[in-house]
């Protein structure tokens, strides 16, 4: 018959200062049903008991489509764009930032920023898009 109440000798995991991490411990020392004196299997450093720390959680993140903060960010814009005029997207026209672009694909979109030489990038409905432009 097993026991549940460890003894000395017995394999434990608890923490061990000297590999900074929860190692296989073996019980040193008990008193009464707590092991008080433990052997890291590790470093064979002998320690006080500590008891294992819980594993870190990893940094909860939240997967924020992106998709989902430029159509946010375009509906904010929009408003703002009532009274600009649609230019028809080419990759010969010059647009420039702020201003709206008529997509024969996409649609309608804000110019938000540049994307490097000869290219900007728009917001259109299905999200931010890199475009050609002079
Ligand atoms: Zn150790």
Redesign the pocket.
Known sequence: MQSTIPSAGDPIEAR????R?N?N?IIVAMAKEVPVKVE??????Q?KYRPPTAPRKPAVRRTVDPKIAERKEREELMPTMGGKQKTDYTMTTAFKVGSLMNHPVFGVGIVRSLGGPRKIKVLFEDGLKTMRCK
């Open positions: 061990c200062t000297k590999c991490k190692t411990h890291c299997n590790t470093c064979s450093g320690h």
